[in-house]
């Protein structure tokens, strides 16, 4: 009797797991962070930035217009995609991903760093040839920015954001192994920081798909990190974050949340799609919405 009854309620959850999973893998959430700008002006003055991060050819409704209708009613100031847009994979077309961002610029400035789906698309083209090429033209050809290992400084509501796009060799991306990177390695990929201090530098993004290097970084001095690949980790647990990283290490430290870590802001994504496991428990795709604010306040998440 005791085991059937064991049996019942572990089916019972197993189901409920199910369709959880399932509802995670349809919808999306919007998660609201608010980041302390230096005071310059003197104004308590908003810029709204958006992050997306690892569509993965997703699509919320017919040609995105789910999501489109989101990022829409955010009314941002600037829009920055931190990678894995499409699905770098021989023969599947980056047309969902590429449909979505060209709509983008209608908005506001849009800048684009590569995740290490956009890398192998773009080192391997004995398996895709033109693919990348045509893909970042296209978007080029709307206003996007694509930042592969530089800079591009923008006046957002008259304040300058200097943002940049940090590219990392496939290397990085091996399973079951990580690559010894330093502030100085990210230097030769992007340039010095510079030091806000003495005053020689604007307010600096860095996007960097992969926080496996957070340490690195977070060493190089950018004022936000932005980052995704990991998904959440496929599944969350409270108090412990994600479970597991694509490269396949446990319980990674940055997986999909706002950290404070001395003076910069860490954000990473958990993302909007899905890939080789197509799996998400506690852990909902998002929109992230980036509140950079001259007074500084706690983050705050809503979910649509």
């Not at 398996?127 to 530089?150: C, S, T």
């Not at 990580?178 to 920081?193: F, M, N, Q, R, W």
């Not at 530098?201 to 960097?208: E, H, K, M, S």
Request: some cysteine; hydrophobic content about 35%; aromatic content about 8%.
């Amino acid at each position: 009797m005791l085991r059937r009854m064991l049996a019942g309620a572990f089916g019972a959850l197993l189901a409920a797991a199910g369709v959880e999973i399932w509802r995670e893998l349809h919808s999306f959430s919007v998660t609201e962070y608010a980041a302390e700008l230096p005071d310059e002006s003197g104004k308590d003055e908003e810029r709204k930035v958006l992050f997306l991060s690892d569509l993965h050819n997703r699509s919320y409704g017919k040609d995105n217009e789910k999501l489109l209708d989101a990022i829409r009613r955010q009314k941002p100031d600037l829009i920055l995609i931190g990678g894995d847009m499409p699905v770098g994979k021989p023969g599947v077309s980056p047309e969902p991903a590429l449909h979505l961002v060209s709509r983008l610029t209608r908005l506001c400035p849009v800048c684009y760093a590569a995740g290490n789906h956009e890398s192998r698309m773009k080192e391997r083209k004995d398996l895709y040839g033109d693919v990348f090429p045509a893909y970042r033209q296209a978007l080029e050809a709307r206003g996007v920015l694509f930042l592969e290992n530089e800079s591009r400084t923008l006046r957002i509501k008259g304040r300058p954001i200097r943002i940049c796009g940090l590219e990392l060799p496939l290397s990085t991306y091996r399973k079951f192994r990580k690559e010894h990177l330093t502030a100085k390695d990210i230097c030769s990929y992007v340039g010095p920081c510079g030091d806000a201090e003495e005053g020689d530098r604007p307010y600096t993004v860095l996007l960097a798909h992969n926080p496996a290097y957070m340490d690195a970084y977070l060493d190089w001095g950018a004022d936000l990190i932005l980052s995704g690949h990991l998904h959440g980790g496929l599944v969350r647990i409270p108090c412990l974050g994600g479970v597991v990283t694509p490269q396949g290490f446990l319980f990674p430290r940055y997986s999909g949340e706002m950290t404070k870590v001395g003076g910069s802001t860490v954000i990473v994504s958990r993302g909007l799609g899905t890939h080789t496991l197509n799996i998400r428990l506690f852990n909902r795709p998002e929109l992230v919405v980036i509140r950079l604010k001259e007074k500084g306040s706690a983050p705050v998440k809503k979910r649509l």
